[in-house]
Structures are given as C-alpha cells and as structure tokens.
C-alpha cells in the first residue's frame, strides 16, 4: 500500500501515533530569510503556475526552486530528492514515491540517512495530504534509526505552494501546526525550512 493510502485515522491507528494539534514549534526568534534575486525571478511565474492550478506546475515553479534555494543557503550540504521512490518497509504500507524529501546528506545520487524534511504537494486541501505526508515522516524516521543515523525529530509539510502547512514527528508523537502560512512572503518558508533542517 503505498503513503498516499494513509489518513491521519489510519497512520495513527497503525504506527501507534499521537497527534498534538495547533502548537506552534517554531521558535518566534527566527529571523526572516532574503531570497536570492535567481528564486525571485523564478517565483515571478507564480501567477501562471496559480492559474494553471495543477499539483506538478505548483511543484515545478514553486516548491522545488524553494527547496533548491535551501540548498544553497546551505552550501550544498543537503541533499533534495523529487519524485523519488522511497521505500522503507512495504509490509507496513512504507513505500512509494515522495514528492520531495530532502537528507542531510551532500549525496544526490541516493537517498542517504538522516533524512531530515518531507514535503507532499497538494494541489489545493491540505489536510487530505496529511496522512501522507505523517506517513512518509514514519518512513523517514524507521530508515534513519535502521542506518544507524537516528535524529530527534523529523519534519514534514503539505504545500499547496502558495500554502504551507507543517508537522514535526518526535518519538511517537506528531505535532501538526494548524496555521497555513502564505507565500508570498517566502522569507518566512525560507527561515523554517532552513531552521527544520539545522535543528533535527
């Protein structure tokens, strides 16, 4: 069964899971992130890929030239996978593709442990991708513990691309922040997705 299967009643009730909805995990220090003029000339196509309201143009113009932009504010240090297969334990449901998923690891030719940030693209409801993207976290957090590369915490977002909404996985416990934050702005996604990263 691959991730897409997963609601939130479904992850919960199979990975022995318990939500913590609301909460805020972000730290109200963090300081907003400057996009470079390269991800501000990209994101001038935002209105076509909003106009063209499909879950692959979202991707393409806004969320992976986001999360390439991570990557260069991190030196390369990261590693950012598209559409990648991402099979952990398929006896359990753990298989298929991510939409993105993004290792601390500078290797791009495999996924290599920790991996660190998840994020499932949605075309408009956010929610329906919750189970998801819990599910993939799951993933992610059995495949670091079984490469010996075991982190506190794992995080995920569900991104329509002008919306984001984000999830941290720490031992058995998922805290969901119920806040959509916009973008425009982005130095706000930038500062999260960066501190997401450092602070696993």
Excluded at 52 to 58: G, H, I, L
Excluded at 65 to 92: K, Y
Excluded at 122 to 139: H, N, P
């Amino acid at each position: 069964m691959p991730y897409s299967q997963f609601t939130i009643g479904k992850v919960k009730q199979d990975f022995h899971l318990t939500t913590v909805e609301g909460v805020r995990f972000f730290p109200n220090t963090l300081e907003p992130i400057v996009p470079s003029p390269r991800l501000q000339g990209i994101l001038e196509d935002l209105p076509w890929a909003i106009a063209v309201d499909t879950e692959k143009a979202r991707s393409e113009v806004i969320i992976n030239p986001v999360l390439l932009e991570v990557r260069r504010i991190l030196e390369q240090q990261i590693s950012v996978f598209s559409g990648e297969e991402f099979n952990v334990d398929a006896n359990v449901g753990l298989n298929g593709v991510c939409d993105f998923l993004i290792s601390r690891s500078p290797e791009q030719l495999t996924v290599e442990a920790p991996a660190i940030v998840i994020v499932e693209a949605k075309k408009s409801d956010l929610k329906s991708g919750l189970g998801q993207c819990i599910a993939e976290m799951v993933a992610a957090q059995r495949f670091n513990q079984a490469q010996e590369q075991p982190i506190t915490a794992v995080y995920g977002s569900v991104s329509s691309g002008t919306q984001w909404r984000f999830l941290k996985l720490e031992g058995q416990i998922v805290t969901i922040d119920l806040m959509d934050y916009p973008l425009p702005p982005i130095e706000q996604i930038l500062s999260f997705l960066v501190w997401m990263i450092k602070i696993g």
